[in-house]
C-alpha cells in the first residue's frame, strides 16, 4: 500500500493556465505538507496543514492555494501558471515522531 | 533563520569504501534531525530521525549521528554499494507538531562506482 500518493506524476502544460495536483495519505497522520523542489533540487515548504486547517504559509503567491477537503487529503490548486512554477511539487505527512513522509512528487513543466 | 549545509556537494567513491557525509546547522535549537535519500526522479525515503536527546541512531549500514550543540550531523555509510548511489539530504526541525517548519540542506549526490 501506498503511504502517500500524488497525482499526476507529470504535468505539462502552458503559460496562464490553471492545474491542480492531489495528494492523499493512508497513514492516518494529522498534519500534511506541500513542498517546493526547485532546478537545483532544494526543498522549500509552502505549505502545511493539521487536521484540515491551514498552519503554516510560506508567504507564497496567492495563485497558490492549498485545500484540505479531510485530514487525508490535501491539494494543491495553481492559478495563472508561470515559467517559474516548473518544478517537482512534494506532499508529506508527519508521523508521531515528527518524521517526515514524502510522495514520488508531482513534475510540472510549464510552457 | 535556520541554514543547513551539507558538505560535500557530490561524492564519487569505489564500492566497498566506508564514507562519511556532512550536515551542518546554523541554530543548535533544534528538535530533530531527519536523513533522507532521494533516488533520481523518486521522491524521498526516510533513512533515519535523530531526536535532539539523542546522540546517534542506526540502521543496517547507517548509522546517524548528532553533535546539536557544534550544530553538526553525520551519516555513517559502511561498505558502500552501487545501490547507495543517490542524493542525500538531512532535514531539521525547530520544533514538535504540526507547526514545525522543516528546513533542508542542500543535499549531497553519492555515486557508488563498482
Known amino acids: 500500500d501506498t503511504a502517500v500518493s500524488q497525482t499526476p506524476k507529470y504535468l505539462v502544460t502552458q503559460m496562464g493556465n490553471d492545474k491542480s495536483i492531489k495528494c492523499e495519505q493512508n497513514?492516518?497522520?494529522?498534519?500534511m505538507y506541500w513542498y517546493k523542489q526547485d532546478s537545483k533540487k532544494f526543498l522549500k515548504i509552502m505549505f502545511s496543514?493539521?487536521?484540515?486547517?491551514?498552519?503554516i504559509n510560506e508567504t507564497v503567491p496567492n495563485r497558490f492555494s492549498p485545500k484540505s477537503p479531510d485530514k487525508a487529503h490535501l491539494n494543491l490548486h495553481i492559478n495563472s501558471l508561470e515559467l517559474g512554477d516548473s518544478a517537482v511539487y512534494f506532499c508529506?505527512?508527519?508521523?508521531?515522531?515528527?518524521?517526515?513522509?514524502f510522495g514520488p512528487g508531482t513534475r510540472l513543466t510549464v510552457t | 533563520k535556520q541554514e543547513v549545509t551539507q558538505i560535500p556537494a557530490a561524492l564519487s567513491v569505489p564500492e566497498g569504501e566506508n564514507l562519511v557525509l556532512n550536515c551542518s546547522f546554523t541554530d543548535s535549537a533544534i528538535y530533530n534531525l531527519q536523513w533522507f535519500r532521494q533516488d533520481p526522479g523518486k521522491g524521498l525515503t526516510s533513512l533515519l530521525l535523530?531526536?535532539?536527546?539523542?546522540r546517534e541512531q542506526t540502521s543496517g549500514r547507517l548509522n546517524a549521528s548528532l553533535d546539536k550543540s557544534s550544530g553538526r550531523s553525520t551519516l555513517y555509510i559502511a561498505a558502500s554499494q552501487p545501490g547507495d548511489s543517490a542524493t542525500y539530504l538531512c532535514a531539521v526541525s525547530p520544533n514538535s507538531g504540526g507547526y514545525q517548519k522543516v528546513t533542508f540542506g542542500t543535499g549531497t549526490k553519492l555515486q557508488v562506482i563498482p
Open positions: 497513514l492516518g497522520h494529522d498534519t
Open positions: 535523530i531526536q535532539s536527546s539523542q
Open positions: 496543514y493539521n487536521n484540515k486547517e491551514l498552519i
Open positions: 508529506a505527512s508527519l508521523g508521531d515522531r515528527n518524521e517526515q513522509y
